[in-house]
């Protein structure tokens, strides 16, 4: 059921002294949605945390699955501050972290750090079907390489990526720009061995993963075989 | 020191009863190294383990580093069977599983499985990077839906990563072109909302995963705050 449709149901259901929230993953288009159909007697206040894995429903559920995580409270012009500090108060009860955005800020910065980077994997979980099934070579059994990592997270619910990549096209069709721009600088820095152009970018990127394991979202443990 | 100096020096100590390995990631230009400046009385056989991590260097060894991950062996015109064999067992006994290949498949298969995967990571990290200094968001700190697991890949050792790009660049610029036309394609797909082109590719994707897990290359535990 599209978002639409559930306030459609919900707009019958639910007093004005409820507080709503979502878990959406973007926020701009959710935002004219709400806007448009929610009754205006009712609150509605929408959050995304930046927590969870591959997999959807409530049986993959982790008792500390929000601790040390972003929880983002959407901020709009007409937001009460009444409503944000209920939000913000639940969030924190469950171990999370918050930080106010407004819908705006938030699609853009989404669009970068987790948009992307699904659309990518996708991408090169494609790719490499696709040579396969050209070459006729047997290799994804030798994806304990790298690819491995990215079939995790290729693995994702497609609904809900669907949804996530067409509402907030406008910002990922940016970062899909910028991202073929540089792989395209990569390639000729590779095709013309410019070991300096290369050696620079290398280290600089290496530098990121300090800076997560710095920020705790991500554990300094190397990831060998994971077993 | 470079593979052409380690053989100049290597020439001077190893008896003609030793058998040579390495583990090199990449193999057609090593192995013209090798044909070129090896004594031709010593013999080199390559292999290449498909295990490790981020981390580079003895003092990150596992115990069980190679149980039941491939390791894949050089068979060229004039490898001999004998030397085959003692090198299989090396291994065998380590843990791994073996299987042969010529250089020219090896460095096709792994263009795809790991040399464009670290790629893909290293510019998706560089891509976050400059958004972040352009937009002047404070965004890895919010890594932890997707870009997070991009940069455990993008930290590894830059310089084993330049030569490898270096030494493979003709199937790596190949993969980086299957790599950006599927990229457009998806992006095309977003723009115009095609649900139905975009719904088979996320849908097909996801079967590699259990590919995958069913080839024991990864296990089937989501990933959640590894924590």
């Known amino acids: 059921m599209n978002i639409k449709n559930i306030i459609l149901k919900i707009n019958n259901f639910v ?10 993953s973007s926020k701009i288009e959710s935002s004219k949605i709400i806007r448009k159909f929610l009754k205006k007697k009712i609150s509605w206040v929408s959050s995304h945390p930046i927590a969870g894995s591959e ?3 409530p049986e993959h559920g982790k008792i500390n699955m929000f ?7 959407i901020k709009e012009k007409n937001t009460k501050k009444k409503h ?3 939000l913000n108060k639940f969030w924190k009860k469950i171990g999370s972290k918050t930080v106010l955005m ?3 800020k938030h699609d853009k910065i989404f669009s970068m750090t987790s948009h992307l980077p699904h659309l990518v994997a996708y991408n090169l979980v494609k790719s490499a079907q696709e040579f ?3 070459q006729n070579y047997n290799l994804i059994k030798y994806s304990a390489g790298g690819l491995r990592d990215f079939s995790r997270i290729a693995a994702s619910n497609e609904i809900m990526w669907r949804d996530i990549f067409f509402d907030n096209k406008n910002n990922i069709t940016k970062a899909i720009n910028l991202f073929i721009k540089n792989l395209n600088a990569f390639k000729k820095d590779i095709y013309s061995k410019n070991n300096k152009s290369i050696l620079k970018k ?3 990127t290496k530098k990121v993963r300090s800076k997560i394991i710095k920020l705790k979202q991500d554990i300094d443990k190397p990831d060998f075989g994971r077993n």
């Open 67 to 73: 601790n040390d995580r972003w929880c983002i409270l």
């Open 202 to 204: 290398l280290v600089q």
């Open 55 to 57: 997999v959807s429903g």
């Open 84 to 86: 944000l500090n209920i």
């Open 132 to 134: 396969e099934k050209k």
């Open 15 to 24: 007093s004005p002294n409820c507080l709503i929230t979502d878990i959406g």
């Open 102 to 104: 407004s819908p705006e």
